[in-house]
């Protein structure tokens, strides 16, 4: 169903923490921004050496093969530039350096085509230490997005149907089903994302995606929470508190949710945001605590595995959130290195050929609030690469039949 496999994200060495990718929101998610927008890379490096850091952006086609543009059609200005704005952090337990990218900036004034992007950050050794999907889109197309329960009788309380309609008064289609492609992403998540469904059918200048199967995403469960904002006393979903050489929080014990009565509960769709009580700059004064998770669920001996994630860490399945059963608890336990906020997260399970089960501990409920994004992408004959002309944008509290 996915594509991604042309070019993948690479994910940060343990002592890189909290990359915060922000274009107008103010917390964290996938930046998909519109053309002309700043972008905003936040990163914190937790050894304390001050190191230097340098940014290269590549642009992409639709399935993340490289483009045929060479980097002067779509940057004004120079890449692989030190990032010179970083602040060593104040006041805290664990120290580290907050690195700030904004694009614009004096080197690289700006990208001027749309469609996909990767950002790598590399060393002073020329060695990649992370990178980052993105995109930047042109407003030529509306499109309008509705979600549906899904069509299917089999799984009508468990997955969730994304129908949408491609219109403009900008653009002659030529040829819609080849050169127009579309990507819909659950919850900022590109791993579960469905592309390149055709259309259906052209009303006018309109076309018309009505799926029965094809555009259904399992609906999940609400994510987890809490937040830790005061690091000395319990906050929400915090049990207990111990400091070492940093602070530890003890979350309350989760259960599975799969066979239980879903229930309504608001969360920020996988998302997290940087908190901390009297702080005036929460980039360099919230503190790192050691965040112990517990999940009791019964021991499983087929070779699977248990991780806890979400958009803190990119939705990765690492060993550094991965849950080991513990024998004396009775608990599948991780203790994870993040720093002071709200966060989402939830449990997955993969099996032993490593295939992904979103719903197997939290259940997939039809009722669960989910965003939806539609991107549409646009390559008319003759063209060198994939524009991205439209977004949409749709929230499953809404559901109908």
Do not use: C, H, M
């Given at each position: 169903m996915t594509f991604f496999g042309q070019v993948s994200e690479t994910n940060p060495p343990d002592y890189i923490k909290t990359i915060t990718f922000k274009g107008n929101t103010p917390e964290?998610?996938?930046?998909?921004?519109?053309l002309g927008e700043p972008l905003v890379l936040e990163?914190?490096?937790?050894?304390?050496?001050?190191?230097d850091f340098y940014y290269v952006i590549e642009h992409y086609n639709f399935d993340w093969t490289p483009s045929q543009l060479v980097k002067s059609e779509y940057l004004q200005g120079f890449d692989n530039q030190r990032i010179r704005d970083y602040q060593n952090s104040f006041n805290t337990y664990q120290i580290y350096s907050h690195y700030n990218l904004t694009i614009p900036n004096e080197q690289t004034r700006g990208?001027?085509?749309?469609?996909?992007y990767l950002i790598s950050i590399f060393d002073d050794y020329n060695e990649l230490v992370f990178s980052r999907k993105f995109m930047i889109y042109e407003e030529l197309v509306n499109v309008g997005v509705s979600i549906k329960r899904s069509r299917d009788v089999k799984y009508i309380n468990e997955k969730q149907s994304v129908d949408f309609v491609i219109g403009t008064n900008r653009i002659n289609f030529n040829n819609p089903s080849e050169t127009i492609k579309t990507l819909v992403v659950q919850n900022n998540n590109l791993n579960t994302a469905i592309s390149n469904l055709k259309p259906q059918y052209t009303l006018g200048n309109e076309l018309?995606?009505?799926?029965?199967?094809?555009?259904?995403?399992?609906?999940?469960?609400?994510y987890f929470f809490f937040e830790n904002k005061d690091v000395r006393a319990a906050n929400v979903g915090v049990q207990y508190i111990d400091l070492f050489d940093i602070y530890h929080n003890y979350l309350f014990a989760n259960r599975s949710r799969a066979n239980q009565p879903y229930t309504?509960?608001?969360?920020?769709?996988?998302?997290?945001l940087i908190t901390a009580l009297d702080?005036?700059?929460?980039?360099i004064e919230a503190d790192y605590t050691m965040m112990h998770f517990a999940l009791q669920y019964p021991k499983l001996t087929g070779g699977e595995t248990i991780y806890v994630y979400g958009n803190y860490n990119n939705y990765a399945l690492e060993d550094s959130n991965k849950l080991a059963f513990n024998s004396e608890s009775g608990y599948y336990e991780a203790a994870i290195k993040l720093k002071q906020g709200f966060y989402n997260y939830k449990y997955v399970i993969t099996d032993a050929n490593g295939q992904l089960n979103e719903g197997a501990i939290s259940g997939n409920f039809y009722q669960t609030e989910n965003n939806y994004k539609v991107l549409v992408y646009y390559r008319d004959l003759?063209?060198?690469?994939?524009?991205?002309?439209?977004?949409?944008?749709?929230?499953?509290?809404?559901i109908s039949n």
């Open positions: 964290s998610q996938l930046p998909i921004l519109r990163f914190d490096a937790l050894n304390g050496n001050e190191d990208l001027t085509k749309s469609g996909n018309i995606y009505k799926y029965t199967t094809e555009s259904s995403f399992w609906a999940g469960n609400e309504y509960n608001p969360d920020i769709n996988g998302n997290f702080a005036d700059d929460v980039s003759g063209a060198r690469y994939d524009k991205l002309i439209g977004l949409g944008e749709a929230s499953s509290v809404n």
